[in-house]
């Protein structure tokens, strides 16, 4: 079964990277952005017996490891299409 | 003092340490490999700087979660102190071991360079040595150094004299101009409740001998070897 992780930083903390890319955007001729973050994707395939059961071991590597509680959040969508 | 150099693949200042606690300070000292899990024979682990498992995911964020990482908990609780420089400082807080997390220097560059210290807390295994109030000179090398913390932990730190060294000019200033990283609250290094785990960005073991530029990192090493009382455990205050 196929999965996606979206990890973002939350809403509040300072994303640098998303700044600094939004700048060089400016620059390359797109003064309309106002804002732009960035995070990352992880994409798994995993066994499982159904989508809810699927869904409950991505969400337990969530906060085991794949995002940090301090200073990000994250979204599943499981199954994928 | 018996001393633990955990080596995790990427990790860079393990030879460092290493050099510092067996030839400078002539204490016995081994290399902990990242699979160990047996620390018995160990009175502090050093968990060096470099790039544990390339850094990959968030820095520190797999070593966080390795077996001899797993085995710290254990280790603190029989008595054993913890050092995590650079690198070994984002793994304790992405093992949970101490609170808050190190993200992108705000300035987005990699800071490689001398900084001055500001010792808060001198009631701790790591800095009885030290005057409240010196100022020590570390030089800093990273590029996820900006300590961030939730305002409750931050305030709960506070209250608890956790917060051990602050970024601060060359007289003891704590301004936004001596922060290189944009660490809240200028924070450099922080200890656990029971101040026997402490977390610095700076680089203790590159300022060693006066070959190096400086010898206020010793401070830190003769604080611990001033820790380790007659029946071989360390004090915690």
Partial sequence: ?81 | MRFGVVVFPGTWSDCDFHYVIGEVLQQPVKYVWHRDRNLAEFDCIVLPGGFSYGDYLRAGAIAGRSPVVEALPEFVARGGVVLGSCNGFQILCEAGLLPGALMRNECLQYRCQSTHLLVENTDTAFTRGIRPGQVLRMPISHGEGKYHAEPHVLATLKKQNQIVLRYCTEDGGVTRAANPNGSVENIAGIVNDEGTVFGLMPHPERAAETAMGGTDGLMIFHSLLGSLVEDGSVLKR
């Fill in chain 1, 1 to 81: 079964m196929k999965a996606r992780v979206l990890i973002r930083l939350k809403r509040g903390i300072l994303d640098v990277q998303g700044s600094a890319v939004l700048r060089a955007l400016a620059g390359l001729g797109y003064p309309e952005l106002r804002e732009l973050r960035v995070g990352k994707v992880v994409e798994l395939d995993l066994d499982a017996a159904d989508p809810t059961a699927a869904a409950a071991r991505v969400e337990e590597m969530c906060r085991k490891l794949l995002a940090n509680p301090v200073t990000e959040d994250f979204s599943i969508e499981c199954p994928l299409p």
